[in-house]
């Protein structure tokens, strides 16, 4: 028994997979053996524990349902010390299981509702008395802390319900007692709400994006209906009304119809599809939106090889009602990138590319749509265009910035304004987009962006002796999400520096930056 519990230990070394698993076995046997008892209770916890270790090394699904099984069977006795502790073992490795912060709401929501009525209560008092490590009242208390740190993926109040008459039917649903969670308290005034649903059609990529007015859970799954040879893609909003979005959006492509419609639970977004396909969901804050990207083959592996180059995307940044960064002098972001994609576009052109401009003119193109064209396009490069700008009225250079997590405080900061959201909302992005980066895929985005850099910097000490290398750094922007090609965001200068913005406003300039920009692209076709 001691050595199963220092192998349940964070940080200690996992011997074999055969040798844990037998271990786990054994204990289960002696659990199986003592009956009942907090005993009995600890042997199953820990059997579940060391099973569990093994599904996170290995990431095998039949470890996470074994290990599932022997904490719910830690958790029967709600009376004994423990269970409670087992039962939200449980409710988090289901969570982690099915990659949804609304399953460890739900599941944690059970362990209250059933725990509570064995909850030592003093009746003089608010809250149960101080109690020892382990002991229910502790475990309750986390997770009351739990739910309101999970509040955003609270589902509707009918899900609630349901698990209560759930609980009363088995007669585990724990009567009112001072200390125990009250449903009807943690029911919002008005449930979160469908604003629009937007969506980027194409025939082998597709992004649907459901914008909601607060965060709120989802659920994704995939499914062929019974009669119904199309498959189809589903996102599941538990407690969100609808609004008055569109409930039927015939598409032409991959995606053939968007389809919204009530459900006994809250809200369904339906994505019809014209054959079998590799989807991503992810969301996005400020505001709140959950995208949903589609395509007939994962990034990386459709078309071409991993420096062929015939189509790219230029994302002059912001236009329209977003003017972007202005000088002191009133040199604007949007003007300037919108220049350089012009000069650019021809360049590329001649030689034998074919070009896209997320815009043309100067009118507003949302985050979402700028990468969903580039996707539809299938494009083999993608290059957003902007301005930089810093508190600092001293700061200088050109910089080139990918998508990845980054620690970075100041490109946090840049990815903070071109994303026109806070820095902490970004910071959660880049943590957000740890798991979707393909190593390939990042690769030749770094790639790109040293050469960029390197190029920008050749073009411009013709002429500019002072001009400042920024280097490459990782951030987190949203115009970058969900691209399916190598793709970089291109600080071109400093517009809150006088010296730059005064260059930046000439046409030398700018065109000195379009050629940087061609010659890096040539660079990178020619596999250098």
């Known amino acids: 028994m001691a050595r199963a519990r220092a192998l349940t230990e964070k940080g200690v070394p996992l011997p074999g997979r055969a040798e844990v698993l037998a271990l786990a076995e054994a204990v289960e046997a002696q659990a199986v053996r003592e009956g009942a008892g907090a005993r009995a209770v600890d042997l199953h916890a820990t059997a579940g524990q060391l099973v569990e270790r093994v599904w996170r090394a290995e990431g095998r699904e039949r470890d996470a349902v074994e290990a599932l099984e022997l904490y719910r069977s830690a958790s029967r006795e709600a009376d004994t010390p423990g269970a409670c502790d087992a039962a939200m073992s449980a409710a988090r490795l289901a969570a982690d299981v099915g990659h949804d912060a609304s399953i460890e709401y739900t599941e944690i929501y059970r362990v209250l509702r059933r725990f509570a009525a064995t909850r030592e209560v003093d009746a003089g008092a608010e809250r149960a008395p101080p109690a020892s490590a382990g002991s229910t009242a502790t475990c309750l208390r986390q997770a009351e802390d739990a739910l309101a740190v999970l509040a955003a993926f609270r589902p509707s109040q009918r899900v609630l319900e349901a698990i209560d008459d759930s609980l009363q039917g088995e007669g585990s649903?724990?009567?009112?007692?001072?200390?125990?969670?009250?449903?009807?308290?943690?029911?919002p005034v008005k449930p979160p709400q469908v604003v629009r649903i937007d969506s980027w059609p194409g025939p082998g990529a597709a992004r649907v994006v459901v914008v909601l007015d607060r965060a709120a859970s989802y659920r994704v799954g995939d499914e062929v209906f019974a009669g119904d040879p199309t498959p189809h893609t589903f996102l599941d909003l538990d407690g969100v009304d609808l609004g008055r979005v569109s409930r039927d959006m015939p598409q032409p492509g991959i995606v053939t119809r968007v389809r919204a419609e009530s459900t006994s639970t809250g809200?369904?977004?339906?994505?019809?599809?014209?054959?079998?396909?590799?989807?991503?969901?992810?969301?996005?804050?400020?505001?709140?939106?959950?995208v949903v990207d589609v395509a007939r083959q994962p990034p990386?592996?459709?078309?071409?090889?991993?420096?062929?180059?015939?189509?790219?995307?230029?994302?002059?940044?912001?236009?329209?009602?977003?003017?972007?960064?202005?000088?002191?002098?009133?040199?604007?972001?949007?003007?300037?990138?919108?220049?350089?994609?012009?000069r650019l576009a021809p360049v590329l052109v001649a030689q034998g590319i074919q070009v896209m401009s997320t815009r043309d003119d100067d009118r507003f193109v949302s985050l979402e749509e700028r990468t969903a064209r580039a996707n539809s396009f299938s494009a083999d490069l993608f290059v957003s265009i902007h301005c930089n700008a810093s508190e600092s009225k001293w700061r200088r250079g050109v910089e080139t910035y990918v998508l990845d997590t980054t620690r970075d405080e100041i490109a946090a900061r840049v990815a903070a304004r071109e994303n026109a959201t806070t820095q902490a909302a970004s910071a959660e992005l880049g943590a957000i987009l740890g798991g979707m980066r393909l190593a390939e895929q990042a690769r030749l985005s770094d790639r790109f962006?040293?050469?960029?850099?390197?190029?920008?910097?050749?073009?411009?000490?013709?002429k500019y002796e002072d001009a400042v290398e920024g280097g490459v750094h990782p951030a987190g922007f949203y115009v970058l999400v969900g691209a399916r090609m190598p793709s970089v965001l291109f600080e071109t200068s400093y517009v809150s520096n006088v010296v730059e913005e005064q260059r930046l406003g000439t046409a030398r300039y700018r065109q000195l930056l379009a050629d940087a920009i061609a010659n890096a692209i040539k660079a990178y076709r020619e596999g250098r």
């Open 173 to 187: 649903l724990a009567h009112a007692v001072p200390g125990a969670i009250d449903a009807g308290a943690l029911v």
């Open 267 to 290: 809200s369904r977004v339906l994505l019809d599809l014209d054959g079998h396909a590799w989807r991503r969901v992810f969301y996005l804050d400020e505001p709140y939106r959950i």
């Open 300 to 342: 990386g592996t459709a078309g071409h090889g991993p420096r062929s180059l015939s189509r790219v995307v230029l994302d002059p940044g912001h236009g329209g009602k977003d003017t972007g960064a202005a000088g002191p002098e009133g040199v604007r972001e949007k003007d300037v990138t919108l220049d350089i994609a012009r």
């Open 449 to 462: 962006a040293r050469l960029l850099e390197r190029s920008a910097m050749a073009a411009l000490r013709m």
